[in-house]
């Protein structure tokens, strides 16, 4: 039985704000944090109810905002395996967050239970962590009260980063099985991912000093944490790791920063020749970066690193002999550069698919080696159990003993910005390479992403994996129109799947062409949306 006067007692201390409407989307829910007190007690009751339906898994809910600014707050829900919520679940979630009072909101949970066929006697089991976000402590508290009126157990990881919550669900779910992922606590994570690259460098000169800029989030106290079970093989110096003065967090910091403005933040300084590396705010993604010998910034993203750690695994599936068996695939959304693009074709399988890390997961699942990273930094490398099996079982050698040590220093899981971090390094020793060497695998189209506020996102639709516009009407022809006049110019539009802003991305074969290709496009999107021509940004051409 639905303990029904217990959840309708409870949700009345959360009441829905009238005046919004919550979208559970690609990152979950997100939004201003000050808003979400009843998004977080619902969202209690929800987990538990999709644990009952998995026969009493534990099910995740990380509560970050991620690369946001530091008021907004957000929930995502996180499935057995460490992935995504299903997506049907969705539509579920945002069912339930929106329903008007808290008899609407028990009527919606019993609809939910009668529709999905959830057994109530089965028990639910919860985990959950949040980041540093001031509004964490007492969304974390409407999120335990929803727990606690379903009757969930459930335990409190406490403040972590989002690829700790997502390894923590996995290790839970598989201890004591023949998938068992590693040991379920923090020292599990950081003992398995630091022993596998201790290993991985083992023989290798010490590469130099790692400078990473924690964004001021709970980034920083990981890394911390992983200096002591590093030891001597490899030092990290940490930079804006202030988790107390308030407004820092992510703010002229993190990856997010340092890829849209495509600039150094301004509180590092790098000699020449040094590189470093940048994290969100939650640590699922990851920005590369070096100062060539005049000093000068160059900018390593997601697609720098799919090339890198793709290539690197190709070379060591055919030095293993399993290339006839073993088949590697790389995945772009349509934000990847087009000269990593073309580079990568040259040398194995890639699929373009919708922006949003579900999609590249499942994607990525349908090689023995998927390879995905979005270039926003988020990304990580799949491999299947059947290409695990056989990696653990062929005829021992070196690059077999490195593909294995890669299955444990990856964090499968998620886009993990420390895990991914450790990779990049060891292949960076392997190869011998510095930050120019890898850099000039190929050189990247010059290219520009520009945001335009519009007052309703969802006028704008795609297809062809979001690279053409179907809605609004006509607009894809003008768009067309404008990418002929340019040098291999190449723009899409799409909705944000987190904020009510249309995203415009452009690349043409100088700085200064993708720069009016992109501002064109962002002219005609805001005109086409209704935009205030009084509040017309400048740019806009």
Not at 298 to 324: F, N, Q, R
Not at 405 to 411: A, R, T
Not at 468 to 490: A, F, I, T
């Amino acid at each position: 039985m639905l303990p029904v006067k217990e959840i309708q007692e409870r949700s009345d201390r959360h009441p829905k704000p009238s005046d919004i409407k919550f979208q559970y989307g690609t990152a979950g829910f997100r939004t201003l944090g000050k808003t979400l007190d009843s998004v977080l007690f619902r969202v209690g009751v929800l987990a538990a109810l999709r644990s009952k339906k998995l026969d009493g898994k534990t099910i995740g809910v990380m509560v970050t905002a991620s690369h946001n600014p530091e008021p907004d707050n957000g929930v995502k829900l996180v499935d057995p395996h460490g992935e995504m919520l299903e997506s049907s679940w969705e539509a579920h979630a945002t069912a339930l967050a929106n329903a008007p009072s808290s008899v609407a909101f028990v009527a919606a949970v019993d609809e939910l239970v009668r529709a999905t066929k959830i057994d109530l006697s089965i028990p639910a089991r919860v985990v959950y962590a949040r980041d540093t976000r001031p509004t964490g402590p007492q969304l974390v508290a409407a999120l335990k009260d929803g727990l606690e009126a379903i009757k969930a157990e459930y335990r409190d990881a406490g403040v972590t980063t989002t690829p700790v919550l997502h390894y923590l669900v996995r290790t839970i779910n598989t201890k004591g099985t023949k998938d068992s992922y590693g040991e379920d606590t923090e020292d599990g994570y950081l003992t398995k991912i630091s022993d596998a690259f201790k290993k991985l460098l083992a023989g290798k000169p010490t590469p130099p000093p790692l400078l990473i800029d924690c964004a001021n989030g709970v980034g920083a106290l990981m890394a911390e944490r992983f200096k002591a079970y590093l030891g001597d093989i490899f030092t990290i110096n940490v930079v804006n790791a202030d988790l107390h003065t308030p407004g820092v967090l992510n703010n002229s910091c993190g990856a997010d920063f340092v890829k849209v403005n495509q600039k150094l933040p301004p509180s590092i300084t790098l000699q020449p020749g040094q590189r470093a590396c940048s994290l969100d705010g939650d640590a699922d993604r990851l920005m590369y970066y070096y100062a060539d010998e005049h000093g000068q910034f160059h900018m390593l993203d997601g697609d720098k690193i799919t090339t890198l750690v793709a290539s690197y695994i190709v070379e060591l599936v055919k030095a293993s002999g399993l290339d006839e068996q073993i088949k590697v695939g790389v995945i772009q959304t349509a934000y990847a550069n087009g000269s990593s693009t073309k580079y990568l074709s040259g040398r194995l399988p890639v699929k373009c698919v919708p922006t949003g890390v579900k999609h590249l997961h499942h994607a990525a699942e349908q090689y023995d080696i998927g390879v995905y990273f979005e270039a926003n930094g988020h990304g990580t490398v799949l491999f299947s159990p059947a290409a695990q099996e056989l990696i653990s079982s062929h005829t021992p050698s070196s690059a077999l003993t490195n593909l294995r040590n890669i299955i444990d220093v990856i964090n499968q899981t998620v886009g993990d910005a420390l895990s991914d971090a450790f990779l990049v390094e060891a292949v960076l020793a392997h190869k011998s390479f510095s930050g120019v060497e890898w850099d000039s695998l190929y050189s990247d189209l010059p290219n520009r992403l520009v945001k335009v506020v519009v007052s309703d996102r969802n006028a704008f639709k795609t297809e062809d994996a979001e690279r053409r516009l179907v809605s609004p009407p006509g607009l894809q022809v003008k768009v067309d129109e404008l990418m002929r006049k340019y040098g291999g110019g190449r723009s899409f539009v799409r909705p944000s799947g987190t904020e009510d802003v249309v995203r415009v991305y452009a690349e043409a074969a100088t700085r200064a062409e993708a720069d009016e290709l992109a501002f064109r496009v962002a002219g005609l999107v805001y005109d086409e949306a209704g935009g205030d021509p009084s509040q017309r940004p400048n740019e806009f051409i």
